[in-house]
């Protein structure tokens, strides 16, 4: 009989550690952000890959806007946006759909991320980002980076280091001291890999370089600070 229970108290083991495993197993990731575009048929906007937003029809991404399309989406945006008491998940979808519009946009979607950002104040973090990706996946345009360098303005986190890489694309460079003065001040408040994003645009913009001091995350910052105050004293 001792045998016996023994056997049978492993098989009980054995079954709860088979059992556990299949618990800590965890379900396919489905899109965070996946929704139906009103008015255009077999179109949903989804995330394919983390921060990968598309407009897809009949399961393939759109490759280009045209009238019709672009009516449509910001037919949507605008239902968005004028939701009211937005909650955190709305919010998400109007980035998302800015981005996803912006990566195809033609002329008249350019024209209203511009007027976005003129008109809602609160908005041109996201209108921002939109179009660097914009810039990333087409051409760059000087309308786009007067837009991306008044960005610097209010731009922080993830946003910011979309925007500052957006900007190192550009064959344009800032040589005002106001502009070079809010990068450094975007950088400081950034990561390492911010940072580091941070002072590539302003070797691009500045022709200077830099090469950390100590193992502090802030030290290559702290050199553009102290560059900067020597370089523009008042």
């Not at 492993?10 to 952000?33: E, H, M, Q």
């Amino acid at each position: 009989m001792g045998s016996l229970k023994k056997k049978i108290l492993i098989r009980i083991l054995v079954f709860g550690l088979v059992c556990t495993g299949i618990d800590n197993i965890s379900p396919a990731k489905t899109p965070a952000i996946n929704f139906k575009i009103d008015r255009l048929e077999d179109t949903m906007l989804q995330e394919v890959a983390e921060g990968d937003f598309r407009i897809m029809v009949a399961g393939a991404p759109l490759d280009r806007l045209t009238g019709a399309e672009f009516t449509a989406l910001r037919e949507q945006e605008l239902k968005l946006q004028n939701k009211k008491n937005r909650d955190a998940e709305s919010e998400r979808k109007l980035n998302a759909l800015l981005i996803a519009m912006a990566r195809i946009a033609d002329e008249p979607t350019l024209i209203y991320l511009h007027e976005l950002f003129e008109s809602y104040p609160e908005r041109r973090n996201d209108v921002a980002e939109a179009i660097s990706w914009y810039a990333k996946e087409n051409q760059r345009r000087d309308a786009d980076w007067r837009i991306l360098v008044r960005s610097l303005n209010i731009i922080e986190g993830d946003q910011a280091k979309t925007v500052m890489r957006a900007l190192t694309r550009f064959r344009r460079r800032s040589n005002k001291a106001q502009w070079i003065r809010q990068a450094i001040l975007v950088g400081l408040e950034q990561d390492l890999a911010g940072q580091q994003i941070a002072d590539r645009l302003l070797t691009h913009w500045t022709g200077q370089e830099f090469k950390p001091e100590s193992d502090s995350a802030n030290s290559i910052m702290q050199q553009w600070q102290d560059w900067f105050a020597s370089k523009y004293p008042d």
